[in-house]
T-cell receptor, first 115, second 113 residues
Framework: DTGVSQNPRHKITKRGQNVTFRCDPI?????LYWYRQTLGQGPEFLTY????????KSRLLSDRFSAERPKGSFSTLEIQRTEQGDSAMYLC?????????????FGPGTRLLVL | GQQLNQSPQSMFIQEGEDVSMNCTSS?????WLWYKQEPGEGPVLLIA?????ELTSNGRLTAQFGITRKDSFLNISASIPSDVGIYFC?????????????FGQGTTLQVKP
């Protein structure tokens, strides 16, 4: 399977705990995106990387959130001091940017529940 | 900020019927994408549109990139039970460096056998 993979698929944590999610993009894709999706809504952009550089962060990404893509391959998204409002599906997508054309392919997501 | 209005919000149809859904935007996009999402899974790409006026098919699915670059529609012909899911449109402003997607609210499709 050469698609985007995410781990874990599900995470239940208590308020105040830290959590970390991992995303492995499609091989050779130079861009990696993180989105958050709450029930009944479309995904909302959080941040993205081109290779190892983090190029844009949404206002949704509070200072409790941090993302890395250390070698331009896999990425991690960490949430510190989780709050109940952080409960959502966290989606990762990767793409290969060629000129102005780019198509994003999504992973299966990590569903977070903060108790 | 940029917003996409997707309609209808939900549809309940009989197997074999054709389905149409659309998205409109207050902003211009250079790429329109249509995804399908099933419960507990990530969105799966159905069709990607890169040029204004482009009409693209993928099996029973047909999508068009509006001439004004502010809208797109998706048609599904002869629906079958496995078409059930949530369909999302997404626009991408590729003119700058960012490739982030702006999503519609989704159209929930239910098909009665």
């Amino acid at each position: 399977d050469t698609g985007v993979s995410q781990n874990p698929r599900h995470k239940i944590t208590k308020r105040g705990q830290n959590v970390t999610f991992r995303c492995d993009p499609i091989s050779e894709h130079n861009r990696l995106y993180w989105y958050r999706q709450t029930l009944g809504q479309g995904p909302e952009f959080l941040t993205y990387f081109q290779n190892e550089a983090q190029l844009e962060k949404s206002r949704l990404l509070s200072d409790r959130f941090s993302a890395e893509r250390p070698k331009g391959s896999f990425s991690t998204l960490e949430i510190q001091r989780t709050e109940q409002g952080d409960s959502a599906m966290y989606l990762c997508a990767s793409s290969l940017r060629r000129g102005f054309q780019e198509t994003q392919y999504f992973g299966p997501g990590t569903r977070l529940l903060v108790l | 900020g940029q917003q996409l209005n997707q309609s209808p919000q939900s549809m309940f149809i009989q197997e074999g019927e054709d389905v149409s859904m659309n998205c409109t935007s207050s902003s211009i996009f250079n790429t329109w994408l249509w995804y399908k999402q099933e419960p507990g899974e990530g969105p799966v790409l159905l069709i990607a549109l890169y040029k204004a006026g482009e009409l693209t098919s993928n099996g029973r699915l047909t999508a068009q990139f509006g001439i004004t670059r502010k809208d797109s529609f998706l048609n599904i012909s002869a629906s079958i039970p496995s078409d059930v899911g949530i369909y999302f449109c997404a626009g991408q402003d590729g003119s700058g460096n960012t490739g982030k997607l702006i999503f519609g609210q989704g159209t929930t499709l239910q098909v009665k056998p």
